[in-house]
């Protein structure tokens, strides 16, 4: 199976593998990729939304600002705490896991450190990432 890199209970990386509820990708063919899509998203809805106060402000009444803004400020928070990782393997191209920031960069770090390593090496028991050949 190989050395175990990250293991949530969900998702894994080994040596060898990466391992969603549903799918296992080879590790040596997998490449990843973040997105922050819903940050995107939501910056583009407060930067409407404060379109929105400054053109129609006289219009609105003070707790219709104030609700435009806790929904601009809500979207702001779950946009910054979602991040996307594109995972593109041969025979699953663009295969995505939505979840919160941390969980996903420390996912995509395990990724990035198992494919640092040098997969045509096989690991031996015991062995240390510092004491594989340069």
Request: glycine residues 8%; hydrophobic residues 50%.
């Amino acid at each position: 199976m190989g050395r175990i890199l990250y293991d949530d209970g969900i998702y894994s990386v080994t040596s060898a593998i990466v391992s969603t509820p549903h799918r296992f990708y080879p590790l040596a063919h997998t490449t990843a990729g973040l997105r922050r899509d819903p940050l995107w998203a939501a910056l583009a809805f407060t930067a409407l939304g404060a379109a929105s106060v400054v053109i129609y402000g006289d219009l609105l009444h003070v707790h219709e600002q104030l609700a435009l803004a806790v929904f601009c400020a809500g979207a702001l928070v779950a946009g910054r705490s979602v991040t996307i990782l594109r995972i593109s393997a041969i025979g699953h191209s663009g295969a995505m896991i939505v979840g919160r920031s941390s969980r996903i960069r420390a996912l995509y770090r395990a990724i990035r450190d198992a494919r640092s390593v040098g997969l045509e090496l096989p690991l031996v028991p015991g062995q240390q990432i510092n004491d594989l050949p340069e």
